[in-house]
């Protein structure tokens, strides 16, 4: 079972087992691991599990958070890493370290700056075929209507940081789905993603919140 150790030098105050797949840290008591100390934020920053590894994420907090020593968004946790949240240091344990993937901490968030627009006229003309060797997602609706993101990393998380938020990973030879964060729950073809994703197929039509996508994978 993985942990959080509280550290104060190199002596261990405090062992939290980490046994749900979101746990929230800052300095407010409704946080799962309380830290109570001015140099933390009320709501500081978040371990968030996606399959056998928790990702470790910083909420705009005031002083920022490090892992290892350096400033971090958003970053895969390993066995052993240093988090420094204000004035606290917590060590980052787990019992067994396995991955199947090799590429699990490369993660981008779509943004409409890197997204390639394309018209309505040509999209009306020429809708999105399949291209051999990719995979990629079309916008139907939302604010990135018109545009395509090509999937060439291992995850890609489509939403808001806090937020509602998505995940399209690519496992062996396919691509799954998976509900991140929020309250909104994505669909596929009208049907609820269920826990532990939907594995997903050339044409699937994607509905989450106001923002609806098409998934076009080349054979």
Request: hydrophobic letters at 30%; charged letters at 25%.
């Amino acid at each position: 079972m993985e942990k959080l150790l509280v550290l104060n030098n190199n002596e261990t105050l405090q062992e939290f087992p980490l046994e749900q797949r979101r746990v929230e840290l800052g300095r407010d008591p409704t946080n799962d691991l309380c830290l109570g100390d001015q140099s933390v934020s009320r709501h500081h920053a978040s371990l968030v599990r996606i399959y056998t590894e928790y990702y470790l994420e910083d909420h705009r907090s005031t002083n920022g958070t490090r892992l290892n020593g350096q400033d971090i968004k958003k970053h895969m946790l390993k066995n052993g890493d240093v988090i420094e949240i204000g004035k606290y240091r917590l060590k980052y344990k787990k019992q067994q370290e396995k991955s199947n993937e090799s590429d699990l901490d490369r993660t981008v968030v779509i943004q409409p700056s890197v997204l390639k627009r394309v018209s309505r006229a040509k999209t009306a003309n020429n809708p999105p075929t399949s291209k051999p060797g990719l995979a990629f997602i079309h916008y139907l609706a939302g604010p990135e209507k018109g545009q395509e993101a090509k999937l060439n990393r291992a995850f890609f998380t489509i939403g808001e940081t806090g937020g509602d938020l998505a995940l399209i990973t690519k496992r062996h030879q396919g691509y799954y789905l998976l509900k991140l964060g929020g309250h909104t729950i994505p669909s596929v073809n009208g049907n609820s993603v269920r826990a532990g994703g939907v594995e997903l197929t050339h044409g699937d039509q994607i509905v989450f919140g106001e923002r609806q996508w098409e998934f076009l994978s080349g054979s």
